[in-house]
């Protein structure tokens, strides 16, 4: 069992749970394993860049990058 916030999380509601939020989790690792591409391939070896310098804060940055355009394909949290 998983607990998110106060909510306990059933394997039925996992399932619930990663439907709802599938393009934000895909784009979210998508995303970590771009910036840490990006770091690995191209990064800032001089270690004055603040976000490709070391691979966390390049991965972080990737991620949330992801995350934020996946999650525009999101249908249901629209509005009509």
């Known amino acids: 069992m998983v607990v998110v916030g106060k909510m306990l999380l059933n394997t039925r509601n996992k399932m619930v749970y990663l439907k709802k939020y599938k393009f ?4 979210a690792v998508l995303g970590a394993l771009a910036g840490w591409a990006y770091w690995y391939y191209v ?3 001089s270690g004055t860049c603040a976000i ?8 972080l940055y990737g991620s949330i990058m992801g995350m934020l355009l996946l999650g525009i ?8």
Do not use: E, F, R, V
């Open 24 to 27: 934000y989790i895909l784009g």
């Open 52 to 59: 490709t310098s070391k691979p966390l804060n390049s991965t």
């Open 73 to 80: 394909l999101d249908k249901s949290n629209h509005q009509k």
């Open 43 to 45: 990064g800032c070896h």
